[in-house]
């Protein structure tokens, strides 16, 4: 059988993802032992994966090499399998392959076996996924957030950071979003019901963030000047747990606060977490997420794109701010 995939042909400059990447197609290779095959229903679109596409040696892992299909979190039925644990109509998750099927490592790509039980199946690349997990553990356990304590989230209309500023309103604290124009931050306040959000791309941004008044977390996704501004605005004994560096992304450049100094005159703490790290608590954390979901207190839009071949303008959207909440491409069944 023929599979379509997408290949990484060459190294993406900024978004211009259409010249890195090429829609492929080869037939399926025999099936390994330890294997199993897994018809996509839907993959994840993530923001951090645009690293991995990157030719830097420094980064937590190395960049994915040339002529290889595109990797990330996908969702699906086993069609075949040469692992234990694992049968034929299976719902699982796993780092597979952005393609029409994936062939994993059942091992190595993290694959589970999902309740199948769960009525809308997306919900397992968000609340119940990796971004619900980096949003409760960054403001839980990195921004050790307490009730009462005002936390701010950037990138907050975006998939992690819609699910951090429900979850800090969830453990009782008031939670403030930065987004990009006034439509996503109406949607914070307005229909998550958050204390305020700070538009970043209209005027006077650091007037916007004198009236909201000072902040004890941080829960920063994106770096860059955004950074800078928060660090003189933060509490004495504040946290910045820094969750992703997206102003960098897509050639930036590299962080660096001007305002470092802050660090020592409001004595703050800043701590990078990474979700591997925490893989092994996620069962936990995705019952907690997962009873928050059913009693509807921790909502997530979907931006859903039809069809593997429209793969890169969803991806695009994390780069340039078209979604509202979690992006993800849906595959024919
Ligand atoms: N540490 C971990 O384990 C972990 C796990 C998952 C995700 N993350 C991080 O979480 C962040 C969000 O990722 P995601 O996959 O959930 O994507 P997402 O938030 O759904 O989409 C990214 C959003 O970021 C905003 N954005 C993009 N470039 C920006 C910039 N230069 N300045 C300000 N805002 C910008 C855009 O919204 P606007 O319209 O508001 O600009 C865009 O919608 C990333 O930094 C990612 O690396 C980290």
């Known amino acids: 059988m023929q599979n379509r995939f997408w290949r990484i042909a060459r190294r993406p400059e900024g978004t211009d993802f259409a010249a890195a ?14 294997e199993i095959r897994i018809r996509n229903s839907h993959l994840s679109m993530d923001a951090g994966t645009r690293m991995w596409l990157t030719d830097r040696e420094d980064g937590y892992q ?47 790509s993290g694959a589970i076996v999902l309740d199948p039980t769960v009525t809308d199946r997306r919900a397992w690349f968000g609340p119940l996924g990796m971004n619900g997990w980096t949003a409760l553990w960054g403001v839980e356990q990195t921004g050790a957030a307490k009730p009462g304590e005002r936390v701010l989230v950037s990138a907050a209309a975006g998939a992690t950071g819609i699910l951090a500023v429900q979850v800090a309103k969830l453990l009782g604290c008031e939670a403030w979003g930065i987004a990009g124009g006034a439509a996503k931050c109406a949607y914070l306040t307005d229909e ?54 997206l102003a960098d992304y897509t050639g930036g450049g590299r962080t660096s606060p001007r305002e ?23 069962p936990a954390l995705t019952r907690r997420l997962r009873d928050w979901t059913e009693a509807g207190a921790l ?14 303008s969803a991806y695009a959207k994390l780069f340039t701010g078209g979604n509202i909440g979690k992006v993800i491409v849906e595959l024919e069944a």
């Not at 538009?199 to 955004?226: E, H, M, R, S, T």
Request: negative net charge; charged residues 20%.
């Open 21 to 34: 990447l090429e829609l492929d197609e080869a037939p399926l290779a025999p099936l390994g032992t330890g």
């Open 62 to 108: 190395p960049p994915l090499p040339l002529g290889i299909p595109m990797s990330g979190l996908v969702l699906g039925e086993v069609t075949e399998s040469h692992a234990d644990g694992f049968a034929p109509g299976d719902l699982v998750r796993a780092f597979g392959q952005w393609a029409d099927v994936s062939t994993v490592d059942a091992v190595m």
């Open 192 to 245: 998550l019901g958050i204390a305020g959000a700070v538009d970043y791309k209209a005027a006077d941004v650091g007037g916007q963030l004198d009236a909201a008044g000072g902040f004890d977390i941080y829960f920063d996704n994106v770096g860059g000047d955004l950074l800078d501004q928060v660090l003189t605005r933060m509490n004495h004994y504040g946290r910045i747990a820094v969750c992703g560096l």
């Open 260 to 282: 470092f100094d802050q660090v020592l005159m409001r004595r703050l703490r800043i701590e990078g977490f990474f979700s591997p790290d925490f893989m092994h608590e996620g």
């Open 299 to 312: 909502v997530m839009p979907y931006d859903v794109t039809q069809g593997l071949e429209n793969t890169l």
